[in-house]
């Protein structure tokens, strides 16, 4: 078996997960005719990502804080921003997506500095037509485990609130929610008619 390098690793895990979640999510694959109608429920491409866990390496990523905290989780903290430049490339490339949901835990631990990374980095979908809809995972609001690591030791750092988050992703479904519920961050959209 051939090694492989972290970038080939990377790239090979953002294609299967993008074909694996399109394979699942794509409908109605015939072609539309020469009118280009507006899209339907039966036509709509979309893809899921789930459990993004970014984190922003400003916040640290050496030490010995850092380390054992790496030691005893497994997100890939710090490959998670190239994991989803790789799966926002990948889905920028696949013909007639329409829309992208992301049910949650976009951040580490609901650091403010991860949430703007991860709108910076799904800028792009959005900047190419692709609808995105987020809503939290139970990482992404008020979270007391969002911190930096400064060598052997740990602060904290700001995290958001529901109306913050509700306020920095009302590019990513909140503006353009038609119903939201007036206790928590569900709301309903309709990317296209019927769905």
């Known amino acids: 078996m051939t090694p492989l390098t972290r970038r080939t690793f990377l790239k090979t ?3 299967t997960g993008t074909s694996l979640t399109l394979g699942l999510g794509l409908t109605a694959c015939g072609s539309e005719d020469d009118d280009n109608p507006p ?30 905290y790496l030691a005893a989780d497994r997100k890939m903290l710090l490959q998670s ?18 829309m992208v949901s992301i049910p949650g835990d976009l951040t580490k631990d609901g650091e403010r500095v991860c949430h703007e990374l991860v709108i910076r980095l799904l800028q792009p979908l959005r900047e190419a037509g692709i609808a995105v ?11 007391p485990h969002a911190l ?16 913050d988050f509700a306020s920095l992703y009302g590019d990513f479904g909140y503006a353009s929610a038609r119903h939201r ?7 309903i959209a309709e990317p296209v008619p019927g769905v």
Do not use: C, K, W
Not at 148 to 163: C, K, L, M, W, Y
């Open 39 to 68: 899209p339907t429920a039966s036509s709509l491409r979309f893809a899921v990502l789930s459990d993004l866990h970014i984190y922003d390496t400003s916040l640290g990523s050496s030490g010995s804080a850092f380390d054992s």
């Open 13 to 15: 895990l953002a294609l």
């Open 148 to 163: 930096a690591f400064d060598g052997e030791s740990t602060r904290a750092v700001e995290n958001i609130s529901p109306d």
């Open 81 to 98: 921003r190239e994991i989803l430049e790789s799966m926002v490339a990948s889905l920028l490339a696949v013909d007639g997506l329409q």
């Open 181 to 187: 519920h007036d206790n928590s961050l569900s709301y």
């Open 133 to 143: 809809y987020v809503v939290p995972g139970n990482h992404d609001i008020n979270n």
